[in-house]
């Protein structure tokens, strides 16, 4: 119930920064924030890096390209929004300059040995490049540690549905404060 209650107050919290972008912005104008968001992701594990335990010729194995995943973020970086003349929002974007993630991987093979990947990830972006880490629940090799690296490219869910993200921290970039950028009319 607590977890309930935390995720509405979440939501409504989320929801009013959202709006507060809408009534601020005049009509017919792009803007840009410095943003912080929630969105969610899919992760491409690009490589990764299993530890092996008590073999001395190895440190681990290197896989790539062997998994899939999603997970939720929270990013810095900016929003571009541009109103219509009735000071509706019509376009908004995101982009991600720094973000953690928390997330899970899964995958199945079916080759000379079956192995399921189910592992819970956490790690640190810059662009949509993440560096993490992760624990293993699923099938492991003989000697095989459940912790690893991995390096993965995210897709965030607002770059295929716009919007799709909530915005937790904003503020208007202006040409009369040089600390905050700009704003066009």
Known sequence: MNRLIALIALWLICHVANAQ???EQAPSTTSEY???IITSNFTIPMARFDFLKDHPDSKGTFSAFNSLGAGVSLNWGSITSTTNNSSEIIDTK???TFGLHLGV???TTNAEEQRNVFSLTGGISVLNFQLGTGYEFGTITTGQSRH???IAYNIP???LAKGSFWIWKKEERGADNPNKGFSNQ
Do not use: Y
Request: net charge positive.
């Open 21 to 23: 972008v809408v009534s």
């Open 34 to 36: 410095k943003a912080t």
């Open 94 to 96: 995101f982009r991600n």
């Open 105 to 107: 991987l899964f995958s």
């Open 148 to 150: 690893f690296v991995t």
């Open 157 to 159: 869910i607002h770059a």
